[in-house]
């Protein structure tokens, strides 16, 4: 059963730093898109960033663009969010999710994870 698992949230300062990671498992995640989404109390979820598990190639969103910075570790099975300059309206639930190749929806979620940025 395909499994993924953040972790690293956590409180931070607003400049500082935090590196969120999932762990997938339970399938080959080759040649998906791994995304990272956020929520906020009282808001929509929304797209934060995404690597091709296959090639690397990332996309972020305009919010995120040049602070945070998406990575994959093959040998690990892992992905990463690395957050800098991160801002008190970076505070949110972050998840990680899977897009297989064939759809554009991401279909495996993460159980999320808490980052806090106080000012």
């Known amino acids: 059963q395909a499994q993924l698992v953040e972790s690293g949230g956590g409180l931070a300062q607003a400049g500082g730093s935090l590196r969120l990671s999932c762990a997938a498992s339970?399938?080959?995640?080759?040649?998906?898109?791994m995304g990272w989404f956020r929520q906020a109390p009282g808001k929509e979820r929304e797209f934060v960033g995404s690597?091709?598990?296959?090639?690397?190639?990332?996309t972020y969103a305009d919010s995120v663009k040049g602070r945070f910075t998406c990575s994959r570790d093959n040998a690990k099975n892992t992905v990463y969010l690395q957050m800098n300059s991160l801002k008190p309206e970076d505070t949110a639930v972050y998840y990680c999710?899977?897009?297989?190749?064939?759809?554009?929806?991401?279909?495996?979620w993460g159980q999320g994870t808490q980052v806090t940025v106080s000012s």
């Open positions: 690597i091709n598990w296959n090639d690397g190639t990332t």
């Open positions: 999710a899977a897009s297989p190749p064939w759809t554009s929806r991401y279909l495996v």
């Open positions: 339970g399938r080959t995640f080759s040649n998906y898109n």
